[in-house]
């Protein structure tokens, strides 16, 4: 048994009176808006914990219906801050769950940068001002309402539907929800596959909407530690050993060095379908790319642009740097640090072994400081992918659902690892150039949220509904 074994499991004894909530989206709106100002209004960053915004949506699932064995808060002993909230709504059991996640806690805001509360709602311009309101507090009422109104229905799909409401996503990780529900209480949240609104993304430039992306995978991040010794000696007898010398010309080599293109089932549809958006050359590059071709002027092109550069390849960059001990005297050692994301499906030797070669200084050592962690793609189910077209065209006739693998890290690793198929869609449309997620004066459009509520109930109820989700 793991130190977290002993979970405390509170169900609530004083329940509120089970009030009826009209089951139509008029109110699922109302609720939403109502809940997010609640939700907002709680300090779930690392310092203050996720129980109380457990508790507090606890009370609204009680409220709205569910049986008290199905509202289940839980949190580790030894971090009783740190609380999750798992709720089910039963199906016919004729397909395995579908379970739904989003973390509830938020990253540090300072009031004193924002030009609003960061813990209250602020409704101006058309948008609505809050921390956690993108990341992710809005998709989790959004989840919320709508679990609320498939029971209100009295709807009974196919498969269960479950919404794991969780713990420390975003800092410090020392109780990471997903992790530990899956370490601890994987029969109350197993599944056939995960939905992680948080590694999805509803892009939109200029006011257009452009895509939904359906993201099965995530780079997998490696931390690299490599270092030049030397016996030092006075800085008045320079030597060409100079082990921030060497250092330096290891890391001007990796500089100018791309790891080769690495594409993944995921990534070839991605450019395919990316490519309607584009046009011109763009366009080209991404179809010649997306069919395996060899093009070096294409690859270059694409690879100029950070943004599909890491989705062609592994990369490996210097994030910081130190060395010598004294102004007067030859350095006894330079190091730097790299962090590596990695293509799913490479190793962490291969990696190692590329980078020796790169760096090409057989006095230049190369140490893990955070070893990869297994974190497979998850097959394009074209079920799944065809029911988010589907429900995505049902609001936006010409949006596009775009297949990702995310150069960054979400909960939805922890899923994947264990090995539940995992899926990030998110249709809180945000603007692509102006993304305050973690930032300053984060907000999401009044318009945005109201058509995501909508959109996560239509795809909630098409998913919990269909058969044969996770099949190739
Ligand atoms: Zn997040």
Same mark, same amino acid.
């Given at each position: 048994?793991?130190?977290?074994?002993?979970?405390?499991?509170?169900?609530?004894?004083?329940?509120?009176?089970?009030?009826?909530?009209?089951?139509?989206?008029?109110?699922?709106?109302?609720?939403?808006?109502?809940?997010?100002?609640?939700?907002?209004?709680?300090?779930?960053?690392?310092?203050?914990?996720?129980?109380?915004?457990?508790?507090?949506?606890?009370?609204?699932?009680?409220?709205?219906?569910?049986?008290?064995?199905?509202?289940?808060?839980?949190? /580790?002993?030894?971090?009783?801050?740190?609380?999750?909230?798992?709720?089910?709504?039963?199906?016919?059991?004729?397909?395995?769950?579908?379970?739904?996640?989003?973390?509830?806690?938020?990253?540090?805001?300072?009031? !004193?940068?924002?030009?609003?509360?960061?813990?209250?709602?602020?409704? $101006?311009?058309?948008?609505?001002?809050?921390?956690?309101?993108?990341?992710? $507090?809005?998709? %989790?009422? +959004?989840?919320?309402?709508?679990?609320?109104?498939?029971?209100?229905?009295?709807?009974?799909?196919?498969?269960?539907?479950?919404?794991?409401?969780?713990?420390?996503?975003?800092?410090?990780?020392?109780?990471?929800?997903?992790?530990?529900?899956?370490?601890?209480?994987?029969?109350?949240?197993?599944?056939?596959?995960?939905?992680?609104?948080?590694?999805?993304?509803?892009?939109?430039?200029?006011?257009?909407?452009?895509?939904?992306?359906?993201?099965?995978? !995530?780079?997998?991040?490696?931390?690299?530690?490599?270092?030049?010794?030397?016996?030092?000696?006075?800085?008045?007898? /320079?030597?060409?050993?100079?082990?921030?010398?060497?250092?330096?010309?290891?890391?001007?080599?990796?500089?100018?060095?791309?790891?080769?293109?690495?594409?993944?089932?995921?990534?070839?549809?991605?450019?395919?379908?990316?490519?309607?958006?584009?046009?011109?050359?763009?366009?080209?590059?991404?179809?010649?790319?997306?069919?395996?071709?060899?093009?070096?002027? +294409?690859?270059?092109?694409?690879?100029?642009?950070?943004?599909?550069?890491?989705?062609?390849?592994?990369?490996?960059?210097?994030?910081?740097?130190?060395?010598?001990?004294?102004?007067?005297?030859?350095?006894?050692?330079?190091?730097?640090?790299?962090?590596?994301?990695?293509? /799913?499906? !490479?190793?962490?030797?291969?990696?190692?072994?590329?980078?020796?070669?790169?760096?090409?200084?057989?006095?230049?050592?190369?140490?893990?400081?955070?070893?990869?962690?297994?974190?497979?793609?998850?097959?394009?189910?074209?079920?799944?992918?065809? +029911?988010?077209?589907?429900?995505?065209?049902?609001?936006?006739?010409?949006?596009?659902?775009?297949?990702?693998?995310?150069?960054?890290?979400?909960?939805?690793?922890?899923?994947?690892?264990?090995?539940?198929?995992?899926?990030?869609?998110?249709?809180?449309?945000?603007?692509?150039? %102006?993304? @305050?997620?973690?930032?300053?004066?984060? @907000?999401?459009?009044?318009?945005?949220?109201?058509?995501?509520?909508?959109?996560?109930?239509?795809?909630?109820?098409?998913?919990?509904?269909?058969?044969?989700?996770?099949?190739?």
């Amino acid at each position: 048994m793991n130190k977290f074994s002993i979970a405390l499991l509170v169900l609530f004894a004083c329940l509120p009176p089970a009030t009826a909530i009209s089951t139509d989206s008029v109110a699922t709106q109302t609720l939403a808006r109502d809940l997010l100002k609640q939700l907002v209004e709680i300090n779930t960053t690392h310092a203050h914990g996720s129980t109380e915004a457990a508790k507090v949506l606890a009370d609204r699932f009680l409220a709205a219906g569910f049986a008290p064995q199905d509202v289940a808060l839980l949190a /580790p002993t030894d971090h009783p801050t740190k609380g999750n909230l798992v709720v089910r709504l039963h199906g016919r059991g004729k397909e395995r769950p579908i379970l739904y996640i989003g973390h509830l806690d938020v990253v540090e805001a300072k009031p !004193e940068d924002w030009s609003f509360d960061p813990f209250s709602l602020t409704e $101006k311009d058309g948008w609505l001002y809050g921390r956690g309101v993108i990341d992710m $507090k809005g998709q %989790d009422v +959004a989840m919320a309402v709508s679990l609320m109104r498939l029971k209100q229905e009295n709807f009974h799909p196919a498969r269960d539907v479950i919404v794991a409401f969780t713990a420390d996503e975003e800092a410090g990780g020392d109780a990471n929800g997903v992790q530990w529900l899956l370490d601890a209480h994987r029969d109350l949240i197993d599944a056939q596959l995960v939905v992680n609104p948080d590694g999805g993304e509803a892009g939109m430039k200029s006011g257009r909407k452009l895509y939904v992306a359906v993201q099965t995978s !995530e780079k997998n991040f490696l931390t690299f530690a490599i270092q030049a010794i030397d016996k030092g000696g006075h800085s008045s007898r /320079p030597t060409a050993d100079n082990p921030i010398y060497r250092l330096s010309a290891a890391l001007a080599r990796l500089s100018q060095f791309r790891f080769p293109v690495h594409l993944t089932a995921t990534t070839k549809e991605y450019f395919a379908r990316r490519a309607e958006l584009e046009q011109g050359q763009v366009r080209a590059d991404m179809r010649a790319i997306s069919l395996g071709s060899t093009d070096q002027a +294409a690859i270059d092109r694409m690879s100029a642009v950070v943004e599909t550069n890491v989705m062609l390849r592994t990369t490996c960059t210097a994030t910081m740097i130190d060395g010598g001990h004294a102004e007067n005297a030859l350095p006894q050692r330079a190091r730097a640090t790299l962090q590596c994301r990695v293509i /799913p499906g !490479e190793s962490a030797e291969s990696v190692q072994e590329t980078l020796q070669t790169v760096l090409a200084d057989p006095r230049v050592a190369i140490s893990t400081i955070t070893p990869a962690s297994p974190n497979p793609e998850s097959a394009l189910a074209p079920a799944l992918v065809r +029911a988010v077209e589907d429900v995505a065209h049902s609001i936006w006739p010409t949006v596009i659902v775009l297949p990702e693998m995310s150069p960054g890290a979400t909960d939805s690793r922890y899923a994947r690892a264990r090995g539940i198929p995992s899926y990030g869609i998110d249709a809180m449309f945000d603007d692509l150039d %102006d993304s @305050r997620a973690h930032g300053r004066d984060e @907000r999401i459009g009044v318009v945005a949220f109201k058509e995501d509520v909508d959109f996560t109930y239509r795809l909630m109820k098409a998913l919990a509904q269909s058969p044969r989700l996770a099949d190739n």
